[in-house]
């Protein structure tokens, strides 16, 4: 199994330009979820799905589509790029089951500057 | 809403001793689960513990071992015998126990470990 994997590794976007970040997972996982690393202030979410078809909004959604279509993917949309959205962007995935073993599988991460 | 505290931005241990990480964190609710995640240079999540709230027994794996008080709303980290491996950047993380909520954490602001010769 791959995991969960992300791509592009890094990416550099002028102001305004618009871009997808993927997210894949090949473990089944029903649960998916978007989260943005700034310096100094951890992990946030953005956005998160507990199966195809289902979106919620996170703790800082704005700037940030999503769309669950398929159980795999997740992508991760910005519609037009600020410089606040320059970040280090991880996708996780997870089982629908209680407890707390249900453990979150991060991806590599995305590098993004946005100029 | 929920929230954690890291106190510590950064923290130094000599190899071999231990050191320990701190964490509050505020919420309302009853049950739900904590978690230490360690994130190397790699930059890459990795989980090294996790503790139940309505589980009173301290979890621990190997070397890592937490301090979970519940009523003080208190989860720190030990790190035994402390190696250069351990070296990273550690996140305090909380989960809510109800339905629906295995894919939103709540994270700490993160501590610093170094660890010295």
């Known amino acids: 199994n791959a995991g969960v994997t992300q791509t592009p590794k890094f990416q550099v976007l002028k102001t305004g330009q618009s871009m997808t970040l993927q997210c894949a997972q090949d473990?089944?996982?029903?649960?998916m979820s978007w989260y943005r690393q700034d310096p100094g202030m951890g992990l946030r979410l953005i956005h998160y799905?507990?199966?195809?078809?289902?979106?919620d909004q996170g703790e800082v959604p704005n700037g940030y589509n999503v769309s669950r279509s398929t159980t795999e993917d997740f992508p991760l949309r910005l519609l037009s790029a600020a410089p606040s959205q320059t970040s280090v962007y991880f996708c996780?995935?997870?089982?629908?089951?209680?407890?707390?073993?249900?453990?979150?599988?991060f991806g590599p991460g995305t590098r993004l500057t946005v100029l | 809403a929920q929230t954690v505290t890291q106190s510590q931005p950064e923290m130094s241990v000599q190899e071999a001793e231990t050191v320990t990480l701190s964490c509050t964190y505020d919420t309302s609710e009853s049950d739900y689960y904590l978690f230490w995640y360690k994130q190397p240079p790699s930059r890459q999540m990795i989980l090294v513990i996790r503790?139940?709230?309505?589980?009173?027994q301290n979890a621990t794996e190997n070397r890592f071992s937490v301090n979970f008080q519940k009523a003080a709303k208190s989860f720190s980290l030990k790190i035994s015998d402390s190696q250069l491996g351990d070296a990273a950047m550690y996140f305090c993380?909380?989960?809510?126990?109800?339905?629906?909520?295995?894919?939103?954490?709540?994270f700490g602001t993160g501590t610093r470990l170094q660890v010295t010769l």
């Open positions: 799905s507990v199966g195809a078809g289902i979106t």
């Open positions: 473990m089944n996982h029903e649960y």
């Open positions: 993380a909380y989960r809510s126990a109800f339905t629906g909520t295995a894919s939103k954490l709540t």
């Open positions: 996780a995935s997870s089982y629908h089951r209680g407890g707390a073993y249900n453990e979150q599988f």
């Open positions: 503790q139940e709230a309505y589980k009173q």
